[in-house]
C-alpha cells in the first residue's frame, strides 16, 4: 500500500517524487503483464503467476495427451476389427457360394462332367479365399492365419494404471478373455470342438483352418455324425485340412476333382451330405469370429465417444484454469496505463518542488 510522505521543505530527499517513481514503477510492471497475457492469451505463463493453478494445469494437460494417445489406439484397434470383418464377409459370402455349388453338385440329374465343372469352379472360389486370407494384415501381422492377438491402451485409472481392449483371434472366439470354463456350456457345437456334456473342452487356437474342431463324417447310410480330431498346424494353407474349424474339410481336394477321381471325393454323391453340412459348420464358425469382431467394435465406438467427451472436458478444465480472461485484461492494461501517464506527470512535478526552497538560498 502507497503511503503520501512529505519531508517539508528539503531538497536532498525528495520523497513526492520517489513516491511518483514508484507507482510509475508499478504501473509499468502491470502494464508488461497484461501485455504478455494479452499476447499469449493465457493468464498463468510460468508457476509464480498461480503457483497451484499451475501445477493443476500441467497435471490436466499430462493426462490429456495420455488420453489423446488412449484415442489414437481406440481408433487403430477399430481399423483391425473393420479389415478382419470385412475379409471375413467375404470368405463368407464365398463359402456361401461354395455350398451352393455343392448343392447343386447333389442334384441326381447331374452328370460326371457337370459335377467336375462345379468342383472346379468351387476351387477357384477357394483359391480366392486362400488370397484373401493371406492379405488381411495390420501392423505387419496376419488377422486371419490363426494366433493373431493384440491388447490396445485405451484408457488409464486415477494412478496411471492401463487400461486395455484386448482383440483375441488366438483363442475360442465365445469367450472374451481367452479362457474358458468347463463348467459353461454354451453350445453343442463350438469352436473348440467336443461335445460340451460330459466331455472337457481344450482352449484351441481359432484359425481359419482352426485347430482341434469337429469333422462331420458318414456313419451308416442316411446319417451323419460329429467327431473330434488332433489339432493341425498354425501356419497351414487356408484351403488345407481343417478349414473355418471343420477338420477334414479341405476345400483345397476341390482342384484335384476329375472324372478319374470324382468317385470317393468330398463331391461324390455318398460325401456331399457331409460337405454341405461341414460347409455349414464353417460358415457358422466364420460368423461367429464375425460376431465377436462386431461386439469388440460396438465397444471401440463407445470407448471412441467417452474419450473425446474426457478430451473436451480436460481442455474446458485447463482453459478455465491457464487461459486469460481478455476482456478484464484490456480493461486492466487501459487502466494502468492512465496510472502510468499519470504517474509520469506526477514525477515531473515533483522533481520541479526542490527549485522552489532554492529561493530561499538566494
Known amino acids: 500500500m502507497a503511503t503520501a510522505f512529505y519531508s517539508g521543505p528539503r531538497i ?45 494445469s500441467r497435471a490436466l494437460i499430462a493426462r490429456n495427451g495420455s488420453l489423446k494417445a488412449a484415442h489414437q489406439a481406440a481408433g487403430d484397434a477399430k481399423n483391425v476389427t473393420s479389415i478382419a470383418m470385412d475379409s ?38 477357394a483359391s480366392q479365399i486362400q488370397f484373401i486370407t493371406d492379405s488381411t494384415v495390420f501392423g505387419g501381422k496376419q488377422l486371419l492365419q490363426g494366433g493373431y492377438s493384440g491388447n490396445w491402451v485405451t484408457g488409464y485409472s486415477a494412478i496411471n494404471q492401463l487400461m486395455t481392449i484386448g482383440i483375441n483371434l488366438a483363442f ?22 467336443g461335445f460340451k456334456d460330459g466331455v472337457s473342452v481344450d482352449v484351441a487356437k481359432f ?3 482352426a485347430t482341434k474342431n469337429q ?13 473330434t480330431g488332433s489339432s493341425s498346424a498354425l501356419d497351414s494353407p487356408a484351403t488345407g485340412d481343417d478349414f473355418a474349424g471343420i477338420q477334414g474339410l479341405n476345400l483345397s481336394k476341390l482342384g484335384e476333382i476329375t472324372t478319374d477321381t ?47 467427451s474426457q478430451i473436451t472436458n480436460y481442455k474446458a478444465a485447463i482453459s478455465r484454469i491457464e487461459d486469460a480472461d481478455v476482456a ?13 501517464s499519470a504517474s509520469l506527470t506526477s514525477l515531473a512535478q515533483s522533481n520541479q518542488n526542490p527549485t522552489e526552497f532554492l529561493q530561499l538560498l538566494r
Open 12 to 56: 536532498r530527499t525528495n520523497m513526492p517524487a520517489q513516491n511518483a517513481y514508484n507507482a510509475l514503477s508499478t504501473a509499468g510492471k502491470k502494464i508488461s503483464e497484461g501485455q504478455l497475457r494479452l499476447s499469449t492469451g493465457k493468464r498463468i505463463n510460468n508457476a509464480s503467476d498461480d503457483v497451484a493453478g499451475f501445477i493443476t
Open 328 to 340: 478484464e485484461e484490456q480493461m486492466k492494461l487501459i487502466i494502468n496505463q492512465f496510472l502510468q
Open 88 to 125: 471375413l464377409e467375404q470368405i463368407g459370402d464365398l463359402v456361401t457360394q461354395i455350398k451352393d455349388m455343392a448343392a447343386q453338385a447333389s442334384a441326381g440329374a447331374l452328370g460326371t462332367d457337370e459335377k467336375v465343372t462345379l468342383a472346379n469352379a468351387a476351387y477357384r472360389l
Open 172 to 193: 475360442d472366439t465365445q469367450s472374451i478373455d481367452g479362457t474358458k470354463d468347463e463348467n459353461d456350456v454354451q453350445s453343442l457345437y463350438n469352436l473348440t470342438g
Open 207 to 209: 484359425n481359419l483352418n
Open 262 to 308: 470324382l468317385s470317393g471325393s468330398i463331391w461324390d454323391s455318398d460325401n456331399i451330405q457331409s460337405t454341405l453340412m461341414s460347409l455349414d459348420y464353417a460358415l457358422t464358425n466364420i460368423n461367429k469370429v464375425g460376431t465377436y469382431l462386431g461386439g469388440i467394435q460396438t465397444r471401440l465406438n463407445f470407448q471412441e465417444d467417452t474419450l473425446t
Open 215 to 227: 469333422l462331420v463324417t458318414n456313419g451308416s447310410p442316411g446319417s451323419t455324425s460329429v467327431s
